[in-house]
């Protein structure tokens, strides 16, 4: 690989990867809340 | 338009007012901005030229200002007094603009002080410099004056005045450091000009936002 | 209706302070608000005075921030300036009419003459709440929000501030927040209790 | 309820379309720069990712307008959102501009890039939007102090690109240009694919954030409801 092809593939090697990253983030964030409901779920059927 | 700039006055009236009796802004500036020369003289070695003295002037405004706009509101958010001229009948403006004027004077009796020790230190101050100094401190003394008011309503309070100034403020030291090192220095005194006529009005317009919901 | 709310309610976060708060002041009204600390009586006098916004329910209130006046717990005044020089200010934001012959005779009334000239920080609470009676009746509004008006006041000073609300009854609006409302009993027209 | 998911599907996938479909002409169909050689196809992403980090922080500053004039509702938080995307897009730029910068001039950080220095500052700026939004109380205020910091940051973006125009004389002139090559047809068309590639990303990530976040507001309502 000459060093330009390096440089290419490093750039959008970082593009994908931040994308990944955040991508990543917003998943986990979405299991939190999806936690977060079923407690309140249960919250609630204790209250009965 | 003349009740607004005698709220104008007696807001700024009383920053000064606040100033001589405490005694306490002013007097830390003057010896800050001492002190920070001499250290600069330490911190250039003896094969810089006369440039970067003349750009070192200019880290000792902003980090000047810096020092006495960190105090700008303290006396209001202490005592609580920020309601009282916010429930006032004035354009809450007003209080912007009355306190941007009074952190103007401090500042520039500062450098009343500063540029003649510089000259004495470093280089002689030319007429642009000063100019720049001065559109540079309306600039300073606006945003500056704004962003007070909004760090002081945080958690972080004054923390974060210099976190927010000094992106804002890296236009300025461009245009000061311009004015002061090239030879043609209008179209820097020109851009700071539209700077402090930029910033001006938005902070003019929003800062109703900052003090009140 | 001075004061109109309905449904009114506030909330900081996960606190609730209050809700479907409904409250109706006719001008001249004489309002008493009861209730244990922390229930809500200051906030219903920020929200009031246009300093907070409610999070839920409508809040109308007909009085411009000229004609109004708002006795905090804090007195609002610089403690570096003198009792004078706080009152100039305020008498030249709200555009006092004869300002120093006003200022000179609420500083007498409230007796407050003869420490005109020291800064308010020397000021005892008393004195601070005394001077701070000064600065809402400086611009005679006609809707005064008092926030436990008589707290740190003396005998003698609770008596200037019982002269001031009565000579007042019927002219201006009042909301009061009190601990004892049996002294204001006599000149109240409705009662506000929280919880 | 129906047409937000599926417009977050749809903006998803015409994300992913014009993703790949932007990856293609770069690998494949666009030819080489003749004078930069390979590193100049860094350029289809680096300068549409700026070009959309502006956009983000353009959209952050019109709904933080329609919060301070209009009082919409959700607009705190959608300029929330989309200054926090800005912020991404900002990154990547400066990561792709320092590759690239590497790549045609052996140095990781050219202040001769205008373009690079114009990003520093608005990074700056921004990461401070975010140290003052996390030090108020959620609410009125909140809200307030942002929409104001954001607007001033949409002003700051041409102050700025004036000021580091003008730093140059001053600085260090040297040679380097840095608003890229001349562009054939081709180049153009590929350059504009890209762009549109990145933003329909932006739209996507946007709703995608938008809608957890609202997820977790209503979230957070049901739970104080039931304290």
Not at chain 4, 32 to 59: M, N, R
Not at chain 4, 97 to 108: H, L, N, T
Not at chain 4, 131 to 151: D, I, K, Q, T, W
Request: contains cysteine; proline residues 4%; hydrophobic residues 55%.
């Amino acid at each position: 690989m000459t060093s330009g092809e390096k440089y290419v593939a490093a750039a959008y090697l970082v593009v994908f990867l931040t994308l990944l990253v955040y991508v990543v983030i917003i998943a986990s964030k979405l299991q939190r809340l999806e936690a977060a409901l079923t407690d309140l779920v249960e919250r609630v059927r204790a209250r009965g | 338009m003349s009740g607004y700039l005698s709220d104008v006055a007696a807001l700024a009236r009383k920053d000064l007012l606040l100033e001589l009796r405490g005694r306490d802004t002013l007097p830390a500036m003057l010896l800050f901005v001492a002190s920070a020369l001499v250290i600069f003289h330490f911190a250039l070695p003896s094969g810089t030229g006369e440039l970067a003295g003349l750009g070192l002037l200019w880290v000792a405004i902003v980090f000047t200002a810096l020092l006495g706009l960190s105090r700008a509101f303290v006396a209001e958010r202490e005592q609580g007094v920020l309601d009282g001229l916010v429930l006032a009948p004035s354009d809450r403006s007003a209080i912007w603009l009355g306190k941007a004027i009074a952190a103007f004077a401090f500042l520039a009796l500062a450098e009343v002080v500063a540029l003649p020790l510089f000259a004495l230190f470093f280089s002689s101050v030319d007429g642009a410099t000063v100019a720049g100094v001065v559109l540079a401190d309306v600039g300073i003394c606006a945003v500056g004056v704004f962003l007070a008011a909004m760090s002081i309503a945080t958690r972080a309070r004054e923390l974060l005045l210099p976190v927010l100034f000094l992106p804002l403020a890296i236009p300025l030291i461009v245009g000061g450091v311009g004015a002061s090192v090239t030879e043609n220095p209008g179209r820097y005194l020109g851009f700071l000009a539209l700077y402090d006529l930029l910033f001006a009005t938005i902070c003019w317009a929003s800062f109703e936002y900052v003090v009140a919901e | 209706m001075t004061i109109r709310a309905r449904g009114l309610a506030m909330r900081y976060g996960a606190k609730r302070v209050f809700e479907g708060l409904d409250l109706d002041v006719e001008p001249g009204g004489f309002v008493l608000v009861t209730g244990p600390n922390g229930s809500g009586k200051t906030t219903l006098m920020r929200l009031i005075s246009g300093l907070v916004l409610p999070t839920a329910g409508e809040l109308e209130v007909d009085s411009d921030r000229a004609r109004l006046g708002f006795l905090a717990h804090e007195p609002l005044v610089y403690r570096e300036l003198t009792a004078l020089e706080n009152l100039e200010l305020y008498g030249r934001l709200y555009r006092v009419p004869e300002r120093r012959e006003r200022i000179g005779m609420l500083l007498e009334r409230f007796d407050l003459w003869d420490a005109r000239s020291e800064r308010t920080g020397s000021f005892s609470r008393g004195m601070l709440q005394r001077l701070a009676l000064c600065r809402v009746f400086l611009h005679e509004p006609s809707l005064l929000l008092l926030d436990e008006p008589f707290s740190a006041l003396d005998a003698e000073g609770a008596a200037l501030l019982d002269r001031e609300l009565a000579a007042r009854r019927g002219r201006s609006t009042f909301l009061v927040a009190t601990h004892d409302p049996e002294r204001l009993e006599p000149l109240a027209t409705g009662r506000l209790a929280f919880a | 309820m129906w047409l937000r998911n599926n417009a977050l599907a749809a903006s998803a996938a015409l994300a992913a379309v014009l993703l790949a479909s932007a990856i293609a002409l770069i690998a494949f169909y666009v030819p080489v720069d003749a004078d930069q050689g390979l590193s100049q196809k860094i350029f289809y992403f680096h300068v549409p990712i700026a070009l959309t980090a502006y956009a983000c922080f353009g959209w952050g500053a019109w709904k933080a307008l329609r919060h301070l004039w209009k009082r919409q509702e959700g607009a705190d938080l959608e300029s929330y959102v989309a200054i926090h995307l800005g912020v991404i897009f900002g990154a990547m730029t400066l990561l792709t501009g320092s590759i690239w910068a590497r790549a045609s001039w052996g140095v990781w950080w050219a202040w001769s890039s205008k373009q690079l220095v114009l990003f520093l500052v608005l990074f700056l700026f921004y990461c401070a939007y975010f140290m003052l939004r996390f030090s108020v109380e959620p609410g009125p205020r909140r809200a307030n102090l942002s929409a104001v910091y954001a607007l001033f940051g949409v002003v700051l973006i041409p102050i700025s690109f004036l000021a580091i125009r003008l730093a140059e004389d001053f600085i260090h002139p040297t040679v380097f240009t840095s608003n890229g090559p001349q562009m054939s047809g081709s180049m153009f068309f590929t350059f504009c694919v890209s762009w549109a590639a990145m933003l329909a990303t932006f739209g996507a990530l946007y709703r995608l954030e938008l809608a957890g976040k609202r997820i977790d507001a209503r979230m957070r309502e049901l739970r104080e409801l039931l304290a």
